[in-house]
């Protein structure tokens, strides 16, 4: 599809099906990151000289870019950290300390990535609070009856996927939200996996927390995003202490910034902000409707090159996956097969996935994962299954 705009690919054999790990980056994301760092970098917020103005402009330009891109009021909901899993952490810290306490109750998934499931784990062991885990059906997928049943008036918190990137399946988020704040819970949304493939209205959802990471959807490592309702926000203690989060400091007395620079203390990644900016102006450029509908056709046809492979078993309901698939080989372990497509230059994902509780589920310690982005094609396809095939040979399996 885009395959061209990425210079990794460029006199390169490379199949890269690892993206639901980490997205390879446009040009136009590498040239904005270069363009910056020789034409325009300064600290940003405090400087009185015209490279901090434009630096600052920059940045807040951005702020204001991330805003329309997921559909926040305002840019002070929109808060930069280093990623989904700080902007987790944050909120479980901040929030999570301040307003859920011993007796009270939090719900999450079996399918959600450590990041959203061990601060919430934490959080319930040091604050005494109960913390309840919404599991899978029998066909693999989301037990949407199940997280009905786990919610009541002694819940405080949901903390939910979008898109499981251990399995592939897309959750009900907006149905999900609805129903939990019926019962007066608040909700954090991790949309690490689906920022990259599908649109995002913060305000359609009437989410209270999502957040994202950059370098998912193109952009740089070490950027994310914290969507949080402004209300939320300013209700929330700061997370770190230091320049620019504050108002005054005397020996007495510290007042804070207002949001949102009271959650981002010291000097921020500028660069990762400019770099995101640039990576969402090539998402948008593309189109998100268009990106999902090249990736649902490399889907349907992963599954059903994989259906046709004796001993794969996907894990998930088939016809559901979405950007990505998680399978096992019977009697070839993921390392094995991982490292065997490696020298073919087939990039494949192998491992617990960060998603061990739902492992353990299936009564297994790691899968194999092929995960998309705009640049894979139909070959890509063929040339993993045909890798997979030659993997089973080499090692002797039937």
């Known amino acids: 599809m885009r395959r061209s705009d990425f210079p990794i690919f460029d006199d390169s054999e490379l199949i890269y099906l690892d993206s639901g790990a980490s997205a390879q980056k446009p040009r136009r994301v590498i040239e904005a990151l270069d363009n910056f760092y020789r034409t325009s970098y300064a600290n940003v917020h405090r400087g009185l000289y015209t490279l901090s103005e434009k630096a600052t402009s920059m940045f807040e330009g951005a702020r204001t870019k991330v805003a329309r891109f997921i559909g926040a009021e305002s840019t002070e909901e929109v808060i930069f950290t280093r990623g989904t ?7 479980a810290h901040c ?3 301040s307003f859920i306490g011993s007796g009270d109750e939090i719900v999450s998934t079996i399918i959600e990535h450590h990041s959203n499931f061990v601060p919430w784990q934490q959080l319930a062991l040091n604050v005494g609070a109960k913390i309840s885990f919404v ?4 066909e693999g ?14 819940t405080k918190l949901v903390a939910i996927t979008a898109l499981a990137n251990g399995l592939g399946i897309k959750l009900p988020i907006k149905e999900l939200i609805e129903e939990a704040h019926a019962v007066g819970a608040i909700v954090l949304v991790d949309a690490a996996q689906s920022v990259a493939h599908e649109a995002i209205d913060v305000r359609a959802l009437d ?7 950059g370098h998912k959807i193109y952009g740089p490592t070490g950027i994310g995003v914290l969507y949080g309702k402004r209300k939320l926000l300013e209700e929330m203690p700061p997370f770190h202490y230091g320049g620019d989060m504050i108002l005054s400091v005397s020996v007495e007395k510290t007042t804070f910034n207002t949001l949102p620079h009271k959650f981002e203390a010291g000097t921020p990644h500028i660069a990762g902000v400019i770099g995101l900016c640039a990576a969402l102006d090539y998402v948008a450029e593309i189109g998100l409707e268009k990106i999902s509908a090249h990736e649902a ?18 894990l998930g309901p088939r016809g559901k996956h979405h950007a ?19 020298e073919k230059q087939i990039a494949i994902r192998a491992g617990h996935h960060c998603a061990q509780p739902l492992l353990h589920h299936f009564d297994i310690v790691a899968s194999s994962r ?15 299954c045909r890798g997979i095939e030659e993997a089973k040979r080499f090692f002797g399996i039937c």
């Open 85 to 91: 899993t700080e902007s987790i952490n944050l909120v």
């Open 370 to 384: 092929a995960s998309l982005g705009v640049y894979n094609t139909e070959a890509d396809i063929d040339a993993l």
């Open 95 to 97: 929030w999570g300390r």
């Open 207 to 213: 989410a209270d927390f999502v957040a994202f990471s």
């Open 141 to 154: 997928d989301f037990d949407r009856a199940e997280f009905s049943r786990r919610l009541n008036k002694k």
């Open 324 to 342: 990505l698939v998680c399978f096992i080989v019977n009697d070839l372990h993921p390392h094995d097969l991982a490292q065997f497509l490696n």
């Open 297 to 314: 056709k490399l889907v349907k046809l992963l599954e059903e090159r994989l259906s046709q492979i004796k001993g794969v078993q996907m």
């Open 135 to 138: 599991g899978l059906t029998s």
